[in-house]
T-cell receptor, first 114, second 112 residues
């Protein structure tokens, strides 16, 4: 079975500061990893995904994430955040295959303060 | 533009009534999913369907039912058997075996 752990339920940060949102996963098979962003009362939008290849993945809005197989982690980073980055961020894992079931973490609220 | 449409955005129902949430997609995706979102619990899978006229239970299917009569449509019925139906419901779709799921804008159901 697969699972995802997002250790921080909320991360407060000042505008223009760097941020890292942590994600650890558990799986007995090869995985695909994703980060989604959700603005209030809206659906989820894909930020970035790791399928294979380079372990450093770049996404939209200046975000990037690094896949670390030995530490089973997929942390999300941004070097300088903006007020508009305030949102909930979800890490997700999929084993791929026919079912493509996405398993989500509990989410991290990124609160950017001026 | 292609996408997933959920309606309505907000829905209020009295306790004990069944209610159906709509999800339509024009992405020509084979697979569709329903998730429930509660504060602090992330997204939990209710039902999913990989092909017309076939669907499987997810992790929290009790009190819910679905149908998949058309490729484009995957409605979710919240029945009176669901003990705590107030939540934010998200529909998603992907190609079969596809890697990325696309989400609708969600329906917020409040049962009073």
């Amino acid at each position: 079975a697969q699972s995802v752990t997002q250790l921080d339920s909320q991360v407060p940060v000042f505008e223009e500061a760097p941020v890292e949102l942590r994600c650890n996963y558990s799986s007995s098979v090869s995985v695909y990893l994703f980060w989604y962003v959700q603005y209030p009362n809206q659906g989820l939008q894909l930020l970035l995904k790791y399928l294979s290849g380079s372990t450093l993945v770049k996404g939209i809005n200046g975000f990037e994430a690094e896949f670390n197989k030995s530490q089973t982690s997929f942390h999300l980073r941004k070097p300088s955040v903006h007020i508009s980055d305030t949102a909930e961020y979800f890490c997700a894992v999929s084993g791929g295959g026919a079912t493509n079931k996405l398993i989500f973490g509990t989410g991290t609220l990124l609160a950017v303060q001026p | 533009d292609g996408g997933i449409t959920q309606s309505p955005k907000y829905l209020f129902r009295k306790e004990g009534q069944n209610v159906t949430l709509s999800c339509e997609q024009n992405l020509n995706h084979d697979a569709m999913y329903w998730y429930r979102q509660d504060p602090g619990q992330g997204l939990r899978l209710i039902y999913y369907s990989q092909i017309v006229n076939d669907f499987q239970k997810g992790d929290i299917a009790e009190g819910y039912s679905v149908s998949r009569e058309k490729k484009e449509s995957f409605p979710l019925t919240v029945t009176s058997a669901q003990k705590n139906p107030t939540a934010f419901y998200l529909c998603a779709s992907s190609t079969t075996g596809g890697i990325e799921a696309f989400f609708g804008q969600g329906t917020r159901l409040t049962v009073v």
